[in-house]
């Protein structure tokens, strides 16, 4: 397969990845999200209704947390997710620093128009990717 070809075909997977999977994997986590919410307002409306009889400090607890989740805006929770994690960033971080990396392997990353051959640094923890362009360099970028 040539280089053309390989780029065609990386090309296509990227744009059904972005264009046709991602939008259904945040339409699934919108769902779960509401799915919660109204599952927290629903147990917190039965606590404060078989708890009635409890002193007056837990009903106005309860009542706080239940008006609380009213105000949960579950699109902008996902968008704020989004622009957390899809961000980017150019730091000056040695790769020798990062402790207790999850991967460290070469990547083929497309940059320009055309593909480089990038380090590629995941901190499983942080659930952050930094690509560097080789061992040796102090800057990286935060994908």
Not at 23 to 30: C, G, M, N, S, T
Not at 111 to 118: G, T
């Amino acid at each position: 397969m040539d280089v053309e070809a390989a780029e065609a075909e990386a090309n296509e997977v990227q744009r059904t990845f972005y264009s046709l999977d991602m939008p259904k994997v945040l339409d699934r986590a919108q769902e779960l999200m509401e799915e919660h919410q109204e599952t927290l307002h629903c147990g917190f409306g039965e606590i404060r209704l078989s708890e009635g009889t409890r002193p007056s400090i837990l009903m106005e607890t309860l009542e706080l947390l239940d008006e609380s989740f009213g105000t949960v805006d579950n699109a902008g929770d996902i968008q704020r997710l989004i622009n957390g994690y899809m961000s980017v960033d150019i730091a000056q971080t040695p790769l020798h620093s990062l402790r207790d990396p999850t991967l460290v392997t070469r990547v083929q990353v497309l940059i320009d128009k055309s593909w480089k051959s990038r380090v590629a640094v995941l901190m499983g923890e942080s659930q952050r990717l930094f690509l560097y362009e080789n061992e040796e360099v102090s800057h990286y970028q935060l994908v």
